[in-house]
């Protein structure tokens, strides 16, 4: 079955960086646009970035500072966050849409503290 599995998280610094990882299985990876979205307490859950083959797109937020990434032999997507601001700390979670299914990690949090 499909399982998205994210890891990275962390508690870090204003200004620091991180590196999130979405490890993926069970559906033809590299076939399917993947995304990142992220939830703040209170707050909807947003698109943070997605990719393509070739393609990426941001939120306006996070352009500059973040990177999406994929490593189709490894099955897995990333982000790349740079520049952290405390406005970012959410939980992150990793996203596919197949057909009639969507499908999401468990998420990992994301605190950006001094």
């Known amino acids: 079955q499909v399982q998205l599995v994210e890891s990275g998280g962390d508690l870090v610094q204003p200004g620091g960086s991180l590196r999130l990882s979405c490890a993926a299985s069970g559906f033809s990876f590299s076939r399917y646009v993947m995304r990142w979205y992220r939830q703040a307490p209170g707050k909807e859950r947003e698109l943070v970035a997605t990719?393509?083959?070739?393609?990426?797109t941001y939120l306006d937020s996070v352009k500059g500072r973040f990177t999406i990434s994929r490593d189709n032999a490894k099955n897995t997507v990333y982000l790349q966050m740079n520049s952290l601001k405390p406005e970012d700390t959410a939980r992150y979670y990793c996203?596919?849409?197949?057909?009639?299914?969507?499908?999401w990690g468990q998420g990992t949090q994301v605190t950006v503290s001094s």
């Open positions: 996203n596919v849409k197949l057909v009639g299914a969507d499908y």
């Open positions: 990719i393509g083959s070739s393609i990426t």
